[in-house]
C-alpha cells in the first residue's frame, strides 16, 4: 500500500489534506510540530527508521510575512531548513518529496502570468526564505517537486477570508488594497491537485516528473475584488472603500502582480484548474454550513 507522510498537517492545507486521506486507499501519516519536529533531522531519521514513505508531503511553512522581516532565523529554520531535512531523509530512504512554496518568490514587477523558469527576485525575508527552501530541497533529493501557490484560504486556520468575513459584519466601512493583483486559491484545490498526481503517479497513467511547478485557481483579481466578492457570497452589508498599497504601510515588501502560469502542471499531469470564485462560493458555503 502506498505510505505518505503529510507534515505541517495542522495547518490549512495539511486539514484538506486529512479530509482527502478520509477516503483514500493510500496509508496517510499526518504529523506537526508536536509529533515531528521537521527542524531536527534526526527525529525524521527515525520516523523513517520506523516506517516506510512513498511520498512525503510538506506542508509546513512560517507564513507570517510580517514578523519573518524582524524573525529571518526562525523563518529560515522552517522554511529552509526543514524542507531541506526532509529532501534528505526522504532520499536515504527512497521515497518522494514534494513541497510547497509560494508567489513571493517574485519581485512581482511583471504584467503577465509568473512562468517557473521567470528569474525569481524576493522582496522580503519570507519570500527570501521559501526560495531557500526550493533550492536546499531539490539539492538535497533529485526526487521534488515544488508547488508554488499563491493567496491561499481554506475553512481551517487563519486567513484573509474568514477575516474579510468578520471584519465585513463587524464593521460598516473597509479599506482594502487594489492595486495588488493575485490569484486566490482554495487550499482544498491545491490538496486535490497534489493527490491527483500521486494518484496518476501510483497508477503509472504518468510519470513523477521533479521539477517546479505553478498551482493556483484561476483567473485574477485585487484584494478588493476579492474581499467584495466574499462579502457578496457571504452575504454582507459592509462599504469596502479601495485604497493603495502605500495608503497601507506594512514591514513586509508584498509583490504588486504574483499571478502564475499553471500551463506547466495542466500539461504534465492533465490537471483541471477551478475558477476562483467558483472555489470560494464552495469554500464559503462549507463556511456557513459549520
Known sequence: M??????????????????????????????????LDITNIQAIDELFQQNKFDYVINCAAYTNVNKAEEEEDIALKINAKAPENLAKISAKYQCKFIHVSTDYVFDGTKCQPYEESQPVCPQSAYGRTKLEGEKLAMAA????????????????????????IKLGTERDELSV???????????????????????????????FVAGIYHFSNEGVCSWYDFTKEIHALAGIQCSVKPIETKDFPSPAKRPFYS?????????????????????LAYCIQKLQAK
Not at 533529493?141 to 501557490?149: D, K
Not at 487550499?187 to 500521486?198: R, V
Request: net charge neutral; charged share 25%.
Open 2 to 35: 502506498t505510505q505518505i507522510l503529510v507534515t505541517g498537517s495542522n495547518g490549512q492545507l495539511g486539514n484538506e489534506m486529512r479530509e482527502l486521506a478520509k477516503k483514500s486507499p493510500f496509508q496517510f501519516t499526518f504529523t506537526d510540530v508536536a509529533e
Open 177 to 207: 488594497v487594489f492595486d495588488q493583483i493575485g490569484s486566490p486559491t482554495y487550499a482544498g484545490d491545491l490538496a486535490k491537485a497534489i493527490y491527483y498526481i500521486i494518484e496518476k503517479v501510483e497508477s503509472n497513467e504518468k510519470q
Open 141 to 164: 533529493n533529485p526526487e521534488t517537486i515544488i508547488l508554488r501557490t499563491a493567496w491561499l484560504y481554506s475553512t481551517y486556520g487563519n486567513n484573509f477570508v474568514k477575516t474579510m
Open 259 to 279: 499571478v502564475l502560469n499553471k500551463k506547466k502542471i495542466k500539461e504534465t499531469y492533465g490537471i483541471d484548474v477551478p475558477y476562483w470564485k467558483d472555489s
